[in-house]
Every structure is written in structure tokens, then in C-alpha cells.
């Protein structure tokens, strides 16, 4: 019994000394760049239109998800141009 709870102090005494171990590692992650956002956008906007399309509008669009995707982003990039 004394050997758990010297475990448990060895496992907790780190995380009282440095409170910054304790911290949840997401809450310290950066935010994404503008090189990052914009495709991030483009993907969700097109996943929207995906799911947006009927079966027969999929299917003269682009049988799938890549090439409509692909179709996708490049219309967006020529909008913004």
C-alpha cells in the first residue's frame, strides 16, 4: 500500500513544481498563418458545395470528391485573382 502512493507522489510532484506541464498542450498551440487559412477555407467551402449537390449534380460535376474538389479550388483561386 505505501508503494502507491509513493508512485502516485513521483507522478504528481512534477506537475506541482512546473505548472506548466499541467497546462493542456492544445491551449498553447499557434494559430494558423494566412498561408494556412486560405486552403483551409477553399476546402471547407467546397466540401459545403459537396454536400450541398444532389446524386445527378455529383455525378455531372465530377464522379468524386478529388476531382470535384479539384475543379473546386481552382474556380475559387480564379475568383479571387
Same mark, same amino acid.
Given at each position: 500500500?505505501? #508503494?502507491? #502512493?509513493? %508512485?502516485? /507522489?513521483?507522478?504528481? +510532484?512534477?506537475? %506541482? ?5 499541467? !497546462?493542456?498542450?492544445? +491551449?498553447?498551440? =499557434? ?6 487559412? +486560405?486552403? @483551409?477555407?477553399?476546402? =471547407? $467551402?467546397?466540401?459545403?458545395? *459537396? @454536400? /450541398? %449537390?444532389?446524386?445527378?449534380? =455529383? /455525378? +455531372?460535376?465530377?464522379? $468524386? *470528391?478529388?476531382?470535384?474538389?479539384? $475543379?473546386?479550388? !481552382?474556380? %475559387? $483561386?480564379?475568383? =479571387?485573382?
Amino acid at each position: 500500500m505505501p #508503494f502507491r #502512493f509513493v %508512485l502516485a /507522489a513521483c507522478l504528481i +510532484a512534477p506537475l %506541482l513544481v512546473n505548472p506548466v506541464l499541467a !497546462k493542456d498542450p492544445v +491551449a498553447g498551440a =499557434k494559430e494558423p498563418s494566412v498561408t494556412q487559412t +486560405a486552403p @483551409r477555407e477553399r476546402q =471547407k $467551402k467546397c466540401g459545403a458545395e *459537396w @454536400r /450541398a %449537390l444532389s446524386v445527378a449534380d =455529383k /455525378a +455531372a460535376k465530377g464522379p $468524386k *470528391w478529388p476531382q470535384y474538389f479539384s $475543379k473546386c479550388v !481552382k474556380r %475559387l $483561386k480564379e475568383q =479571387k485573382a
